[in-house]
């Protein structure tokens, strides 16, 4: 089975502008969670997806947004970019909730 | 709120030592517990999950303990190798809640040839 992919790779983008990245999961997988990672705060939590709902969503800004559709595929959005945004962005699927999460890649997003 | 704590945060040992990374959470309310290895700028690697009932989970060289009354998981590898050179983090599923997974900052461990 193909693993989790994630596009695009780099990105390179200017304060107040958005962005959306993209995961495709394992096939057959229906949960999605997405994190972003930086080496000040490590990883963390953004939302997770099941079934195209937010099941749950960590402690960041409205301006972090991101859906789920019917494949099962996600996307995430960010508005109005930030320089503290630049960040490794990682998308994990699992079977269902609760299963071993099988991460991607990631995106590395660099704000200028 | 989950907090997850991993000592060390770095270690460096020669290659054939057997090795014990700890990780100590807050909340032992948990639904499972993962262990990952990161390598530089990639993605992680999923290594052992133990669910909330288990004890203990092995997979090759590594195995895995859980201890949730305690708030503590122990990954021991044996015979490391500097291919096991990563930075390894746990992490904990509360299943529920806001969080997702709670991660820790990770050990980073350099095997010497």
């Known amino acids: 089975k193909a693993g989790v992919t994630q596009t695009p790779r780099y990105l390179i983008k200017t304060r107040g502008q958005q962005v959306t990245l993209s995961c495709s999961p394992i096939?057959?997988?229906?949960?999605v969670s997405w994190y972003q990672q930086t080496p000040g705060q490590g990883l963390q939590f953004l939302f997770e997806?099941?079934?195209?709902?937010?099941?749950n969503k960590g402690n960041f800004p409205g301006r972090f947004s991101g859906r789920q559709f019917s494949n099962s595929r996600s996307e995430m959005n960010v508005s109005t970019l930030e320089l503290g945004d630049s960040a490794l962005y990682l998308c994990?699927?699992?079977?269902?909730?609760?299963?071993?999460?099988?991460f991607g890649p990631g995106t590395r997003l660099l704000v200028l | 709120k989950q907090e997850v704590t991993q000592i060390p945060a770095a270690l460096s040992v020669p290659e054939g030592e057997n090795l014990v990374l700890n990780c100590s959470f807050t909340?032992?309310?948990?639904?499972?517990l993962q262990w990952f290895r990161q390598d530089p700028g990639k993605g992680l690697t999923s290594l052992l999950l133990?669910?909330?009932?288990?004890r203990e989970q092995t997979s090759g060289r590594l195995n895995a303990s859980l201890d949730k009354s305690s708030g503590r998981s122990t990954l021991y590898i044996a015979a490391s190798q500097p291919g096991d050179s990563a930075t390894y983090l746990c992490?904990?599923?509360?299943?529920?809640?806001?969080?997702?997974?709670?991660f820790g900052k990770g050990t980073h461990l350099i095997i010497q040839p």
């Open positions: 909340d032992s309310a948990i639904y499972n």
């Open positions: 133990i669910q909330s009932s288990q």
């Open positions: 994990a699927s699992s079977a269902t909730r609760g299963e071993t999460q099988y």
């Open positions: 992490a904990v599923y509360s299943g529920g809640g806001a969080d997702g997974l709670t």
């Open positions: 096939s057959g997988h229906r949960s």
């Open positions: 997806y099941f079934s195209e709902t937010q099941r």
